[in-house]
């Protein structure tokens, strides 16, 4: 008997990318040192990773947990977008 559903395993895992991408874009605090910093090759990576993850996964998942992925992505990319935009302006 597994202890944790693979369901519940996934989308933690994808939640864990996620907060790590926010972290490296400056969207929220770091928790192992409570700092907001930027770090656009690192958050590119891990929004890689989940990319990754949903082209691996692609037609084996449930509709909630592809729209979740889906939404994750975009709302990431949008962010990193607007990062490099801000780069490059300046």
Same mark, same amino acid.
């Given at each position: 008997?597994? !202890?944790?559903?693979?369901?519940? $395993?996934?989308?933690?895992? *994808? *939640?864990?990318?996620?907060?790590?991408?926010?972290?490296?874009?400056?969207?929220?605090?770091?928790?192992?040192?409570?700092?907001?910093?930027?770090?656009?090759?690192?958050?590119?990576?891990?929004?890689?990773?989940?990319?990754?993850?949903?082209?691996?996964?692609?037609?084996? $998942? !449930?509709?909630?947990?592809?729209?979740? *992925?889906?939404?994750?992505?975009?709302? $990431?990319?949008?962010?990193?977008?607007?990062?490099? !935009?801000?780069?490059?302006?300046?």
């Amino acid at each position: 008997m597994e !202890k944790y559903s693979k369901e519940d $395993l996934f989308i933690n895992l *994808i *939640i864990q990318f996620q907060q790590s991408a926010l972290i490296y874009l400056g969207k929220v605090k770091n928790p192992q040192n409570n700092k907001y910093e930027k770090n656009i090759a690192l958050a590119e990576y891990f929004i890689s990773m989940l990319k990754m993850l949903q082209d691996k996964t692609k037609n084996n $998942l !449930k509709e909630n947990e592809k729209e979740n *992925i889906n939404q994750i992505i975009n709302q $990431l990319d949008s962010y990193l977008d607007n990062e490099i !935009k801000h780069i490059t302006s300046t």
